[in-house]
C-alpha cells in the first residue's frame, strides 16, 4: 500500500501536465501513486498523460463537473493513507514528499500536513509566502491555525497532503462550490484537527498561469456558504476574522464587478472591528475605479509587489 495518493484533477493543462508530472515521478521519495482525473479536457492533455510509461500513474476520464468532483473520484480512487493534492498546472520540488513525509511521521496525529512553497507571479519574479506568528525556520503543529493562516495561506492545495480518513470524514470537495471549495473543506478540518508545517519550501504556485481557477470572473461562481461555520465563528474570533478576510475579499469583487445586492450581504456580515478604516473606505469607493485598482495591484504582483489590506 502507498504511503500517498497523488491526486492531479485536470482539465484543458496541455501545456503544463507533463512539468507536473514530471515532478512527481523526479520526488526522492518513492512509496506513492499518481491518479489523474481527466474532467472532460478538449485539448490534448490526456494524450500528454498517456505518454508516460509508468505503472504509478493512473487515468481516469469524466464529463466536466468541474474541480470538486474530479479531485473526490482522484480521493475514491485512492489506496494510499494520505493524499497529495497537486494541481496540473503546479510543481514540486524533489524533496516535497519526502518533507511531508517525515511531518507526518514526527506528528502522526494531525489533520493536514503543509509545506512551504513560493509563487511564480511572473517567469523572473517569485514570492515567498509569510504567515503572521510562524518564523521562516519553524517547523512543527502550527499553534493556532486560523491566526497564522495570514496574509498568505497556510493551507495552499499544492503543497498539502491529508490522511484519507479525514477527508472521507468531511466528506471531501462540495461539489456544488466553484471557487473557495478548498478554502471551505481546509476550514471544516482545521476547527477539529491539528494542523503541522514544515520550514522546507517544496512546491511552486504558477500564478502566472492564465485561465487559472482562482481568476475566473466573480458573477460566474458559486461560492461556500460561510453561514455553516456561524457557531465555530462565535467560539473562536480568530476563525472569525479569517473568514472575515474572505468575506470581504467577495464582496470588493462583486462591488467591482456591479453586483451592489451581494456585495453589501458579504461586508455587512463582516464583524466591524475586522474591517478596518482602509477596506470600509474601499468598499465605499466607486466600482470604476476599484476596477483600476484591480488592474494596478495585478501589475504590481507581477515585479513581485505585494500590497494588501489584509493583517
Not at 248 to 275: H, P, R
Request: charged share 20%; net charge positive; hydrophobic share 35%.
Amino acid at each position: 500500500m502507498p504511503l500517498f495518493s497523488v491526486v492531479i484533477p485536470l482539465y484543458n493543462k496541455e501545456k503544463f501536465i507533463e512539468n507536473t508530472i514530471k515532478s512527481v515521478l523526479c520526488q526522492t521519495f518513492t512509496n506513492y501513486e499518481i491518479i489523474v482525473v481527466n474532467d472532460g479536457s478538449t485539448d490534448e492533455s490526456e494524450a500528454k498523460i498517456l505518454e508516460f510509461n509508468d505503472k504509478r500513474i493512473q487515468l481516469y476520464n469524466q464529463k466536466n463537473q468541474g474541480v470538486s468532483v474530479a479531485r473526490n473520484l482522484g480521493i475514491e480512487k485512492s489506496k494510499g493513507k494520505l493524499i497529495a493534492f497537486l494541481d496540473a498546472d503546479d510543481y514540486w520540488f524533489p524533496n516535497h514528499l519526502e518533507e511531508l513525509s517525515h511531518l507526518y511521521n514526527n506528528f502522526p496525529s494531525c489533520g493536514i500536513y503543509c509545506s512551504r512553497y513560493k509563487i511564480k507571479t511572473t517567469k523572473k519574479h517569485f514570492q515567498i509566502p509569510n504567515h503572521n506568528g510562524i518564523e521562516s525556520f519553524f517547523t512543527g503543529i502550527v499553534e493556532n491555525y486560523f491566526f497564522s493562516n495570514r496574509p498568505f495561506r497556510i493551507t495552499w492545495t499544492s503543497s498539502l497532503a491529508i490522511p484519507k480518513e479525514i477527508l472521507e470524514k468531511f466528506g471531501g470537495f462540495s461539489k456544488g462550490i466553484t471557487n473557495g471549495q478548498d478554502i471551505e473543506l481546509w476550514t471544516k478540518i482545521g476547527i477539529h484537527n491539528s494542523v503541522a508545517i514544515t520550514n522546507k519550501i517544496t512546491a511552486i504556485y504558477h500564478y502566472d498561469v492564465p485561465n487559472s481557477l482562482a481568476k475566473k470572473s466573480i458573477n460566474s461562481m458559486k461560492l461556500m456558504d460561510f453561514d455553516q461555520f456561524k457557531i465555530s465563528e462565535q467560539q473562536n474570533p480568530d476563525l472569525k476574522s479569517f473568514l472575515d478576510l474572505h468575506r470581504f475579499f467577495y464582496s470588493i469583487l462583486y462591488k467591482t464587478y456591479g453586483n451592489q445586492k451581494i456585495a453589501q450581504k458579504y461586508y455587512y456580515a463582516i464583524s466591524e472591528k475586522n474591517i478596518g478604516l482602509i477596506n470600509h473606505i474601499l468598499f465605499h469607493l466607486p466600482a470604476n475605479f476599484l476596477k483600476i485598482l484591480y488592474k494596478i495591484k495585478h501589475l504590481l504582483k507581477k515585479i513581485s509587489f505585494e500590497f494588501s489590506t489584509y493583517n
